[in-house]
């Protein structure tokens, strides 16, 4: 047994969840190469980022990652179902009377929010992510950051997705938990599988299977996964080469919090941090449009660049400010905490703008609000030796969220990302949709169904807009 004294600071950037506390965490560790001896049994960043990597040699880093959300789905502390004396214990929760219709002619969304699930029961969830970097030693994270009560994992597997729901059997292993194949995940923790050894390629489709034994809540979710994921019937078929007639088809992450691959000393991790436009809403389900996904596929296509990791922790709705899941409240654990963190851009924004903006009165939301928090985060990067990507706000104007002040606000808190220097590098999104003839709105190319998020189109547009010098050792545009 080895024993490790970590700093309060260290603690809250390892735990995130948990209070910033002084103490000992004690951890097997049994490498199996030199190499392994080189991660951290507990956290694994890049070196300058949160708790660095000790040696040159290699390292944890993050492929694929997504961001935890509440599901609201009302029930007690174990959290069965959504509210209400007769929800159901599994399945999808019933849709609510829809709204009426928009007038004719208002833009409106082009694909609808996913269903919530109210929870599991004996069953089995195979999820499929895409991965950035390769490698050929792998594990993954669970999560349970936002439950309230313990879940029970009765077996884990990742495999190489064949297609749908179907896996690679040559490709498929056991996961275990300190050697255990079974694992109880407390209220608020994260916890790491062992690593198993699998060849995973740049871009690969990967297939988590988690099986529930008992009954669980939904509570823990990534609600847009934009990707399928598989409910089986009854019983484990975590091992199973497909998921024959699921119970059903969503497309959400339940429990799964990341996947990291073993990569050389150089290799590190972009976080895209933001809300809806970088979670990708709008566009198209198990295409990866979204534009984290195209910056990936750039920066493996250029062997300068071909070390570096893409994850995307966007949350759909999200804003910058507030509690319960505001940007800086989630900064630390979704962003800083991610093994082999580097960089991070910033784009968040726009939901702050668009309720702030209606307020009025002396101490009424301003772009002031926003450009403090962005320089919190900013500070909060810089203690742990990660970059921060300033981003700008992509237009909003003729959707249901606009107004004449919102677009002010908006403005101002371009002009800061753009001319402050407080920033380590600027990617100017929006400039890379914009109108030029309207500069309030998207322009035709960005194919926007509702003016306020991108279609596939416009994910491209942003994705490309990124300078991949800022990431290259001595090229024009690194932040340093």
């Given at each position: 047994?080895t024993?490790?004294?970590?700093?309060?600071?260290?603690?809250?950037?390892?735990?995130?969840f948990?209070?910033?506390?002084?103490f000992?965490?004690?951890?097997?560790?049994?490498?199996?190469?030199?190499a392994?001896?080189v991660?951290?049994?507990m956290s694994?960043?890049a070196?300058?980022?949160?708790?660095?990597?000790?040696t040159?040699q290699q390292?944890?880093?993050a492929t694929?990652?997504?961001?935890?959300q509440f599901?609201?789905?009302g029930?007690?502390?174990?959290?069965?179902g959504?509210?209400?004396a007769?929800?159901?214990?599994?399945?999808?929760?019933p849709?609510?009377?829809?709204?009426?219709?928009?007038?004719?002619?208002?833009?409106?969304?082009?694909?609808?929010?996913p269903?919530t699930?109210?929870?599991?029961?004996?069953?089995?969830?195979?999820?499929?992510?895409?991965?950035?970097?390769g490698?050929?030693?792998v594990?993954?994270?669970v999560s349970?950051a936002?439950?309230?009560?313990?879940?029970?994992l009765?077996?884990?597997?990742?495999a190489?997705?064949?297609?749908?729901s179907?896996?690679v059997?040559?490709?498929d292993?056991?996961?275990?938990?300190?050697?255990?194949?079974?694992?109880t995940?407390y209220a608020?923790?994260?916890?790491?599988?062992d690593?198993?050894?699998?060849?995973v390629?740049?871009?690969a489709?990967?297939?988590?299977?988690?099986?529930?034994?008992?009954?669980?809540?939904?509570?823990?979710?990534?609600?847009?996964?934009l990707?399928?994921?598989?409910?089986?019937?009854d019983?484990d078929?975590?091992?199973?080469t497909?998921i024959?007639d699921?119970?059903?088809?969503?497309?959400?992450?339940?429990?799964l919090?990341?996947?990291?691959?073993?990569?050389?000393?150089?290799?590190?991790?972009?976080?895209?941090?933001?809300?809806?436009?970088?979670?990708?809403?709008?566009?198209?389900l198990n295409?990866?449009?979204?534009?984290p996904a195209?910056?990936?596929?750039?920066?493996?296509?250029?062997?300068?660049?071909?070390?570096i990791a893409?994850?995307?922790?966007?949350?759909?709705?999200?804003?910058?400010?507030?509690?319960n899941?505001?940007?800086?409240?989630?900064?630390?654990?979704?962003?800083l905490?991610?093994?082999g963190?580097?960089?991070i851009?910033?784009?968040?924004?726009i939901n702050?703008?668009?309720?702030?903006?209606r307020?009025?009165g002396?101490?009424a939301f301003?772009a002031?609000?926003?450009?403090?928090?962005?320089?919190?985060?900013?500070?909060?990067?810089?203690g742990?030796?990660?970059?921060?990507?300033?981003?700008t706000?992509?237009?909003?104007?003729?959707s249901?969220?606009?107004?004449?002040?919102g677009?002010?606000i908006r403005s101002a808190?371009n002009n800061?990302?753009?001319?402050?220097g407080?920033?380590?590098?600027v990617?100017?999104?929006?400039a890379?949709?914009?109108d030029?003839?309207?500069?309030?709105?998207?322009?035709?190319?960005?194919?926007?169904p509702?003016?306020l998020?991108?279609?596939?189109?416009?994910?491209?547009?942003?994705?490309?807009?990124?300078?991949?010098?800022?990431?290259?050792?001595?090229?024009?545009?690194r932040?340093?």
């Amino acid at each position: 047994m080895t024993t490790k004294r970590i700093s309060s600071i260290a603690a809250a950037c390892i735990f995130g969840f948990a209070g910033a506390l002084s103490f000992e965490v004690h951890a097997q560790v049994t490498p199996t190469s030199a190499a392994e001896r080189v991660v951290a049994p507990m956290s694994g960043a890049a070196p300058g980022g949160c708790c660095a990597s000790q040696t040159t040699q290699q390292h944890w880093v993050a492929t694929w990652a997504t961001a935890q959300q509440f599901a609201v789905t009302g029930g007690n502390a174990g959290g069965h179902g959504a509210s209400g004396a007769t929800a159901p214990l599994v399945g999808i929760v019933p849709a609510p009377t829809p709204p009426p219709p928009p007038p004719p002619g208002t833009p409106q969304r082009r694909f609808p929010i996913p269903p919530t699930l109210a929870g599991l029961n004996n069953q089995t969830v195979r999820m499929i992510v895409r991965g950035s970097i390769g490698g050929s030693r792998v594990r993954i994270r669970v999560s349970n950051a936002v439950g309230g009560a313990s879940v029970t994992l009765g077996a884990a597997h990742i495999a190489l997705r064949s297609k749908d729901s179907a896996i690679v059997p040559a490709a498929d292993r056991v996961l275990t938990f300190s050697g255990k194949p079974a694992a109880t995940i407390y209220a608020g923790q994260v916890m790491i599988s062992d690593p198993v050894d699998l060849t995973v390629r740049p871009l690969a489709d990967i297939a988590i299977s988690l099986y529930f034994p008992k009954q669980t809540s939904a509570q823990t979710n990534h609600r847009f996964s934009l990707h399928s994921t598989y409910i089986s019937k009854d019983g484990d078929m975590t091992g199973q080469t497909e998921i024959p007639d699921p119970a059903s088809v969503v497309e959400s992450y339940y429990y799964l919090a990341g996947v990291d691959v073993l990569a050389p000393a150089d290799a590190a991790t972009i976080v895209t941090f933001g809300d809806s436009i970088t979670d990708g809403d709008q566009s198209s389900l198990n295409t990866n449009s979204e534009w984290p996904a195209v910056l990936a596929a750039r920066l493996q296509a250029n062997k300068a660049t071909s070390n570096i990791a893409v994850v995307n922790a966007g949350i759909s709705g999200n804003r910058i400010l507030g509690d319960n899941g505001g940007g800086m409240v989630r900064f630390f654990h979704d962003a800083l905490d991610l093994p082999g963190v580097k960089w991070i851009t910033l784009l968040e924004g726009i939901n702050d703008i668009s309720g702030g903006a209606r307020q009025t009165g002396p101490n009424a939301f301003g772009a002031a609000d926003l450009i403090a928090a962005y320089r919190q985060v900013i500070a909060m990067a810089h203690g742990a030796g990660v970059k921060v990507i300033g981003c700008t706000l992509t237009p909003f104007g003729g959707s249901s969220a606009y107004s004449d002040r919102g677009e002010e606000i908006r403005s101002a808190a371009n002009n800061f990302i753009r001319t402050s220097g407080e920033f380590d590098a600027v990617v100017d999104f929006d400039a890379a949709v914009r109108d030029p003839a309207d500069p309030k709105r998207y322009r035709a190319e960005a194919d926007s169904p509702d003016l306020l998020h991108p279609g596939d189109a416009g994910y491209k547009l942003m994705g490309e807009a990124v300078d991949l010098g800022i990431f290259v050792p001595g090229a024009r545009g690194r932040p340093n």
